[in-house]
């Protein structure tokens, strides 16, 4: 007999999707998750979109395999490669996206000019684009391309004189000079949160997806009757790649010890 599904699923293309995870585990405690980093392949801010949509379409095969009941793309990158070709090719499970928060970034500022800080890929997609068009019309919206972040939280620093030279080459004076929200436009940056705060201060407002991601969650669990039966969740993680062990930085990551097994995908 098959083993229901009774997970949330939860990919990207590295350790980012883990802020997400900490978010949906924060507000759905009963629920079990799997999470796989598909290091095999990071970065994907420079690969073509086939490629993207290709491993996306892999690791959602792969967690519905270890019987997740709701795949979380926890990637910018791979949510603006293709919402809607994952949803069509798999029509029974619920799929949630990522995006940056660009509409809630355009309410709260009150003087109608935020950042966006993302990867390549997504701060040039047609779909942040729209978002910007959609959402943000009258504002002076700073798209900020972020190449050297990613690497940084995936080796586990998110903090010390590298992050702060980055971080200050793309917050310039001037641009934090310009603007009053910052909204994080990829699932590593939340990492980085302390960071950024202690270059743009207190009068700034940041914002990330996780929370919204995660009540989305809920609200899709609560309405399709698939809420956690039991109170006692299991968490797994994987990963594709290979070379050495990713547990050290998932569970730096995550203040917390995990074991990372290895996916062959």
């Known amino acids: 007999m098959e083993k229901p599904s009774t997970a949330i699923g939860i990919l990207d293309s590295g350790f980012g999707g883990l802020s997400v995870y900490q978010s949906i585990s924060a507000l759905l405690p009963h629920e079990s998750t799997v999470y796989i980093g598909d290091h095999a392949y990071l970065p994907y801010g420079e690969k073509s979109v086939h490629v993207i949509q290709q491993r996306m379409l892999a690791l959602i095969r792969f967690l519905i395999h270890k019987h997740a009941k709701l795949i979380v793309i926890a990637c910018n990158t791979g949510t603006v490669a293709g919402i809607e070709l994952y949803r069509t090719t798999f029509p029974d499970v619920p799929i949630v996206?990522?995006?940056?928060?660009?509409?809630?970034?355009?309410?709260?500022?009150?003087?109608?000019?935020?950042?966006?800080?993302?990867?390549?890929?997504?701060?040039?997609?047609?779909?942040?684009?729209?978002?910007?068009?959609?959402?943000?019309?009258?504002?002076?919206?700073?798209?900020?391309?972020?190449?050297?972040?990613?690497?940084?939280?995936?080796?586990?620093?998110?903090?010390?004189?590298?992050?702060?030279?980055?971080?200050?080459?793309?917050?310039?004076?001037?641009?934090?000079?310009?603007?009053?929200?910052?909204?994080?436009?990829?699932?590593?940056y939340p990492f980085l949160?302390?960071?950024?705060?202690?270059?743009?201060?207190?009068?700034?407002?940041v914002l990330d997806s996780g929370g919204a991601v995660s009540r989305q969650v809920a609200r899709i669990l609560e309405?399709?009757?698939?809420?956690?039966?039991?109170?006692?969740p299991t968490y797994t993680f994987f990963s594709t790649g290979t070379g050495h062990d990713y547990s050290p930085i998932a569970s730096l990551l995550l203040r917390q010890n995990v074991h990372v097994a290895y996916a062959d995908i």
């Open 193 to 205: 949160t302390a960071a950024i705060r202690a270059i743009v201060g207190n009068d700034i407002t």
């Open 97 to 188: 996206g990522v995006v940056p928060v660009i509409k809630t970034a355009a309410a709260l500022s009150n003087r109608k000019r935020f950042a966006v800080l993302s990867t390549k890929f997504t701060a040039g997609s047609a779909y942040q684009k729209y978002l910007i068009e959609e959402f943000a019309n009258g504002c002076i919206v700073h798209n900020l391309w972020c190449p050297n972040l990613v690497p940084l939280v995936e080796q586990g620093v998110v903090s010390g004189p590298a992050v702060e030279k980055e971080l200050r080459w793309i917050l310039t004076p001037k641009i934090l000079s310009d603007i009053d929200v910052i909204a994080l436009g990829c699932t590593h």
């Open 223 to 232: 309405h399709n009757g698939m809420k956690a039966r039991t109170k006692k």
